[in-house]
């Protein structure tokens, strides 16, 4: 039995576990914690639930992002509902060219199974690890020079390249430059964060490569890499990042390229 | 570079995009069905561009998509209960419809797939605010004003749900008793 009645309630308390309890309420509040143990447990039990609900959902948020809620937020589907059957009668057809296409196109191209990457993915590192890593000329033209930038990669690939802004994932452009391929030159475009960070993403064009594929992911010499393949070209962003990050940059990227694609020119 | 033509949308892309994975885990949770909740997502992106000329630029864009979805979300509980249709979640089968890839330890991995279940059973006004509250860590005030409920309303309900969920955590109601 307490003699004097506690000032706080059940929603104070609450609030304080939240911290959202008015700036001029906490110190009276701790105050009143050191003197209630069954209050701090109180306090402890609300935060340990919070946490467990966190690490329960928590991974609702790295899983992939579906295609048609990407096309969504790019404006370029109705909703669920009205969708729903023209949707899977596009599906349908699209597995039926896809079926077509990897029964022609599958004898030329390796099999591919986790840890092996392309060539692609390995040169997409290894143009990254190089470059990424000299702190004076990771680039040849500076994102001053973005509208040269852009011009000149578009000459050089015969594809009109862009560079995606990820400004909102926290990184600005760097500039770009050309690598080397096995056979076609490869655009880079480099990025860096507040923390001096960098990731960067290639585009070559692939005449022989059709259609599209989910994006894929591997790690070369710790430089971890997300590919895939859109409309003949291959695509891959590289960084020394955790797995969740890179996808979710890379999900922003392929958006990004999917909005300018649909650009009224 | 190609631009958008004047009359284009004003949504920025990146923004909408990087919101998608947050929504995603609201619609989980509203409607306790991996499918349907990506149904609701994309109603609610649909709905975001229909109405895109309501949202001001510069406010936050994470927390009037997550109003969006609250409505669409009502309505369509509305629209079936008129029309009889139960859509209420089904604790029992809530394991492997909110379908959540839980990376955690084998001994936490039960434990936190029950808590979900258990949430699962929470009404969706208290469910909403729990997880605004403690997973989406959003202030009373942002919740309030996303929810268009007075922040009294707001910690009623999440004072109610924690309460109830603690009940329901301590003493899983087995659904078939044992009767001597």
């Known amino acids: 039995m307490t003699v004097n009645p506690s000032p706080f309630d059940d929603a104070d308390l609450h609030a304080y576990a939240d911290g959202c309890l008015p700036p001029e309420r906490v110190g009276a509040f701790e105050a009143a914690l050191k003197l209630d143990p069954a209050l701090a447990a109180r306090v402890a039990e609300i935060r340990a639930l919070s946490a467990a609900l966190r690490a329960a959902l928590d991974p609702i948020v790295t899983e992939p992002i579906p295609e048609r809620l990407i096309q969504a937020a790019i404006g370029r589907a109705h909703g669920a509902s009205r969708s729903r059957w023209l949707g899977s009668a596009v599906a349908i057809a699209a597995t039926l060219v896809l079926g077509i296409g990897i029964g022609w196109y599958g004898r030329t191209i390796d099999i591919e199974h986790d840890g092996t990457p392309t060539s692609f993915a390995r040169q997409a590192a290894f143009a990254h690890a190089l470059y990424a890593a000299d702190v004076n000329r990771p680039v040849e033209i500076w994102a001053a020079d973005e509208k040269r930038l852009v011009t000149w990669l578009t000459k050089r690939l015969g594809l009109a390249v862009h560079a995606p802004d990820l400004n909102n994932v926290g990184y600005a452009l760097v500039g770009g430059r050309l690598v080397a391929g096995n056979e076609k030159p490869t655009a880079l475009f480099m990025y860096e964060n507040a923390d001096k960070q960098r990731l960067s993403l290639q585009v070559r064009r692939d005449s022989d490569t059709h259609g599209e594929t989910a994006f894929r992911y591997a790690v070369e010499k710790g430089v971890g890499v997300f590919y895939w393949i859109d409309d003949n070209c291959s695509y891959a962003i590289s960084g020394v990042l955790d797995r969740n990050q890179l996808l979710s940059i890379a999900h922003v990227v392929y958006g990004q390229l999917a909005a300018f694609d649909t650009a009224p020119r | ?180």
């Open chain 2, 1 to 180: 570079m190609r631009r958008s033509s004047p009359d284009a949308p004003p949504l920025p892309h990146p923004d909408l995009l990087a919101a998608i994975p947050r929504l995603r885990r609201y619609a989980r949770v509203l409607t306790g069905d991996a499918t349907r909740s990506d149904d609701l997502v994309q109603d609610t992106l649909a709905r975001a561009w229909e109405k895109r000329w309501l949202w001001q630029a510069g406010t936050d864009l994470r927390a009037w998509l997550f109003t969006i979805m609250h409505n669409v979300y009502m309505n369509q509980l509305a629209v079936a209960r008129r029309e009889g249709v139960s859509i209420s979640l089904d604790s029992e089968s809530a394991h492997a419809a909110w379908q959540l890839p839980v990376r955690a330890n084998q001994v936490d991995r039960v434990e936190l797939l029950e808590l979900v279940a258990q949430m699962g059973r929470l009404p969706p006004d208290q469910r909403e605010v729990l997880l605004l509250a403690a997973v989406e860590e959003m202030h009373y005030s942002e919740i309030a004003a996303a929810l268009d409920v007075p922040m009294g309303t707001v910690m009623s309900r999440l004072s109610r749900a924690r309460a109830r969920l603690r009940r329901l955590v301590d003493e899983p109601a087995t659904p078939l008793r044992i009767v001597k």
